[in-house]
Antibody, heavy 117, light 107 residues
Framework: EVQLVESGGGLVQPGGSLRISCAASGFTFSTYSMDWVRQAPGKGLEWVSYISSNSVTNYIDSVRGRFSISRDNAKNSLYLQMDSLRDEDAAVYYC???????????WGQGTAVTVSS | EIVMTQSPATLSVSPGERATLSCRASQSVNSNLAWYQQKPGQAPRLLICGASTRATGIPARFSGSGSGTDFTLTISSLQSEDSAVYYCQQYNTWPSYAFGQGTKLEI
């Protein structure tokens, strides 16, 4: 059974940093591209970042230069390092598995990031 | 930047009837479009990939159509459990993606 379990969310002050993680199981993690998708409270879905199986990355413009996606295939884990956090980064962050160059077939339960002073 | 626009924002339909949800892209995305269902308090679930291919385990009453800029998700024989927010997502600009703002379906 495919499982994606996020962790590391919490309260952080504006300008602060946070690293969230995703533990993957039930599939060969190293062969899949992975993404982070976020959802602000009461809002829609927003794609945030992509990483290929060999660690090619991409970001939405609003987080480029502040966020860094990475993966550890030996640990079946995905990460998102978030620096210089802003109020508008507050959201539930979902770890997702990507198939067919862009469809997200499995989602984690999400981890909540709150940015507030 | 491709902008995805969904309509209507909210749709109320009776059980057993059919719902038609629309998604329009600001420029062609070919058939690189997915649909997701999100129920309150849950993560989204993939329904359709490639504009018309149902994901594993998705009932046949969910169908997708369209290509280019105009897409439709049709849900026939609506059931109460279909109440949810539905999102379209383009992936023609891989690996950069965009979601529509969602359509809330009330049964």
């Amino acid at each position: 059974e495919v499982q994606l379990v996020e962790s590391g969310g919490g309260l952080v002050q504006p300008g602060g940093s946070l690293r969230i993680s995703c533990a993957a199981s039930g599939f060969t993690f190293s062969t899949y591209s992975m993404d982070w998708v976020r959802q602000a409270p009461g809002k829609g879905l927003e794609w945030v970042s992509y990483i290929s199986s060999n660690s090619v990355t991409n970001y939405i413009d609003s987080v480029r230069g502040r966020f860094s996606i990475s993966r550890d295939n030996a640990k079946n884990s995905l990460y998102l390092q978030m620096d210089s956090l802003r109020d508008e980064d507050a959201a539930v962050y979902y770890c997702v598995r990507e198939v067919n160059r862009g469809c997200f077939d499995y989602w984690g339960q999400g981890t909540a990031v709150t940015v507030s002073s | 930047e491709i902008v995805m626009t969904q309509s209507p924002a909210t749709l109320s339909v009776s059980p057993g009837e059919r719902a038609t949800l629309s998604c329009r892209a600001s420029q062609s995305v070919n058939s690189n479009l997915a649909w997701y269902q999100q129920k309150p308090g849950q993560a989204p679930r993939l329904l359709i990939c490639g504009a018309s291919t149902r994901a594993t385990g998705i009932p046949a009453r969910f169908s997708g159509s369209g290509s280019g800029t105009d897409f439709t998700l049709t849900i026939s024989s609506l059931q109460s459990e279909d109440s949810a927010v539905y999102y379209c997502q383009q992936y023609n600009t891989w690996p950069s993606y965009a979601f529509g703002q969602g359509t809330k379906l009330e049964i």
